[in-house]
């Protein structure tokens, strides 16, 4: 069952592109890979919802912005 459907994609992507591609010897390594991870999927990813722009592009269009675009 589809119970949400964000939180399932990003579990899938978690599981396909971290946990499956790493070995993880001790506890310490694989908490430093999935941080790495994360880091890479929360900000330099393009988002859809922000017009394909990566966090980091967006924030810097809304800092040389006076007005905020609806739908960018």
């Known amino acids: 069952p ?3 459907a964000y939180v399932e994609s990003f579990n899938g992507r ?12 001790t506890l310490l390594h694989a908490r430093t ?4 991870w994360r ?5 330099d990813r393009p988002k859809k919802a922000i017009c394909g722009m990566t966090p980091a592009a967006y924030a810097q269009h809304l800092a040389n912005t006076d007005i905020i675009t609806p739908g960018l």
């Open 2 to 4: 589809n119970q949400n």
């Open 14 to 25: 978690l599981r396909d592109e971290c946990l499956n591609e790493h070995w993880f010897p």
């Open 33 to 36: 890979e999935i941080e790495r």
């Open 39 to 43: 880091r890479e999927y929360n900000e």
